[in-house]
């Protein structure tokens, strides 16, 4: 049995074509995914684009603590704890790049909503099969906790626990 098939993904930030590779890419691998964006037309066309069963909620990118009522929707819609928390970047009219003092206060946030053993990814790349799967499965021989990983170009196949940092709650 595949060892996603049913757990709870969500992206923020991906009403756009980096959020939507990454979520078609965790559905494939058996994720059920929730995309969060600020723009309804684009979030709208994400959804319709994942399929699966995605959901998609608006929220306001600039106030990252406006996404407690969207990680508690999610826990709600899916009914259960996140277990992947993909923290995408800010969209251009925000700011530029990666801008890790929103991602702090997003994950921050996030925490109550998360599973024990949740996952957090900080994003700004498309991810690949190759390194998703490098990151969870590395993670599986760990000692669980909320687990932090920064990007997805620095982890190949049988990389090692540099590449992340687990935080036992």
């Not at 819609?77 to 923290?87: A, E, Q, T």
């Not at 206060?105 to 998703?132: H, K, M, R, W």
Request: proline content about 4%.
């Amino acid at each position: 049995m595949n060892p996603f098939t049913n757990k709870i993904a969500l992206l923020t930030q991906a009403d756009n074509v980096t959020g939507i590779a990454n979520a078609s890419l965790l559905t494939i691998r058996g994720f059920r995914v929730a995309i969060t964006g600020s723009r309804q037309k684009e979030l709208a066309t994400a959804v319709g684009s994942i399929g699966h069963g995605s959901l998609g909620l608006l929220s306001d990118p600039a106030n990252a603590c406006s996404l407690l009522s969207v990680y508690e929707k999610v826990s709600c819609y899916f009914k259960g704890p996140i277990d992947l928390l993909l923290v995408g970047s800010l969209p251009p009219w925000v700011g530029t790049g990666f801008d890790l003092t929103r991602a702090f206060f997003t994950v921050q946030c996030a925490v109550p909503y998360l599973n024990e053993d949740a996952a957090v990814i900080l994003q700004s790349d498309i991810l690949t099969g190759n390194s998703l799967d490098a990151f969870l499965n590395d993670r599986s021989e760990k000692d669980m906790g909320i687990s932090v990983f920064l990007g997805s170009q620095s982890v190949s196949p049988g990389s090692q626990s540099a590449n992340f940092l687990t935080c036992k709650n």
